[in-house]
Nanobody, 122 residues
Framework: QVQLAESGGGLAQAGGSLRLSCAASGRSFSSYAMGWFRQAPGKEREFVGTIGRSAGVTFYADSVKGRFTISRDNAKNMGYLQMNSLKPEDTAVYYC???????????????WGQGTQVTVSS
């Protein structure tokens, strides 16, 4: 069992930056790939990006590629989502998730955080 908790959300202006954190507890975080997802009002939850167990490999949704960076520190049981050049359309609740493989498919992730709100003003 892994418990995940996101933090770092808030209000940012367009063009600004925010860094989200995902704190993991329970079973070894380093055993899991980590994904980030988001859900905007009135829309389905969508894939943002994912990182492998050892942090060597990442891939991103096209909508955030080049602006967002996922990282992790297994020694601290932490994951991060650095968001730069924010746009109003990035406004959403952001979730971190842990699973056995790097994938954009939500059903492949076993554990989820409660989400943190990110609001980007124009």
């Amino acid at each position: 069992q892994v418990q995940l908790a996101e933090s770092g959300g808030g209000l940012a202006q367009a063009g600004g930056s925010l860094r989200l954190s995902c704190a993991a507890s329970g079973r070894s975080f380093s055993s899991y790939a980590m994904g980030w997802f988001r859900q905007a009002p009135g829309k389905e939850r969508e894939f943002v990006g994912t990182i492998g167990r050892s942090a060597g490999v990442t891939f991103y949704a096209d909508s955030v590629k080049g602006r967002f960076t996922i990282s992790r520190d297994n020694a601290k049981n932490m994951g991060y989502l650095q968001m730069n050049s924010l746009k109003p359309e990035d406004t959403a609740v952001y979730y971190c998730a842990a699973g056995g493989t790097m994938t954009r498919r939500q059903r492949e992730y076993d554990y989820w955080g409660q989400g943190t709100q990110v609001t980007v003003s124009s």
